[in-house]
């Protein structure tokens, strides 16, 4: 069964760049690595995925080595709006679908 | 807005009840996944289905099913309610059934049980 390791919470301040980490092992083989982020009350909204090396998008850069056995995720220069739990999501080879207990990113003025 | 709709928003039921929640996926998705996040916790996932077909059974108490119909919805049931079952219960659809877990969340049904 994979598992998943991240850290509870995290604090940093706007305009600075953050980089969360989470470790999983005896993840699937060919699946992506994916993180979410979640606000109260809302469902958790897709940020970025990756199999390997590094990924970006508008929002997020995801590094991952290369035996994916963790995976960091970058975010540039953050806001306050950037507040939020933040979780990683790796399957294993029976279909389950693992999740990080949550990262909680304060951001502060 | 994700596209994904689940009714009803909030449900409050005593114990030993049974409730029904229902999941309309992302217009073209066929996969439809089941979580449960009770307060302040992180993502439990239940169960997932594929066009139908149950993929994968996660974390998913016997007193609980779910099924996905020939127009994709979903439903998850939950009988003989007990006071822990409280929790949101989100939904999430993708286009793809492994490999990739893109997925698109429904806004949730708060289930309190009393």
């Known amino acids: 069964l994979a598992k998943t390791t991240q850290p509870i919470s995290m604090d940093s301040y706007e305009g600075q760049e953050v980089n969360i980490t989470c470790s999983h092992n005896?993840?699937?083989?060919?699946?992506?690595i994916t993180w979410y982020q979640q606000f109260p009350s809302q469902g958790p909204r897709f940020i970025i995925q990756?199999?390997?090396?590094?990924v970006t998008n508008e929002v997020a850069s995801l590094f991952i080595p290369a035996d994916r056995k963790s995976s960091t995720l970058s975010l540039p220069r953050v806001s306050l709006s950037d507040t939020a739990v933040y979780y990683c999501?790796?399957?294993?080879?029976?279909?389950?679908?693992?999740w990080g207990a949550g990262t909680k990113l304060i951001i502060k003025p | 807005d994700s596209g994904v709709t689940q009714t009803p928003k909030h449900l409050i039921t005593a114990t030993g009840q049974r409730v029904t929640l229902r999941c309309s996926p992302r217009?073209?998705?066929?996969?439809v996944y089941w979580y449960q996040q009770s307060l302040d916790q992180g993502l439990q996932f239940l169960i997932h289905?594929?066009?139908?077909?149950?993929?994968a059974k996660g974390n998913i108490l016997e007193r609980f099913s779910a099924q996905q119909f020939p127009d994709l919805h979903s439903e998850l049931n939950l009988s003989s309610l007990e006071l822990g079952d409280s929790a949101l219960y989100f939904c999430?659809?993708?286009?793809?059934?492994?490999?990739?877990?893109?997925?698109?969340f429904g806004p949730g049904t708060r289930l309190t049980v009393t």
């Open positions: 999430a659809s993708s286009p793809r059934t492994s490999g990739t877990y893109e997925q698109y």
């Open positions: 217009s073209g998705d066929l996969s």
């Open positions: 289905y594929y066009n139908g077909e149950e993929r």
């Open positions: 005896n993840i699937a083989t060919n699946d992506y």
């Open positions: 990756g199999y390997k090396t590094k």
């Open positions: 999501l790796v399957g294993d080879s029976n279909y389950q679908l693992i």
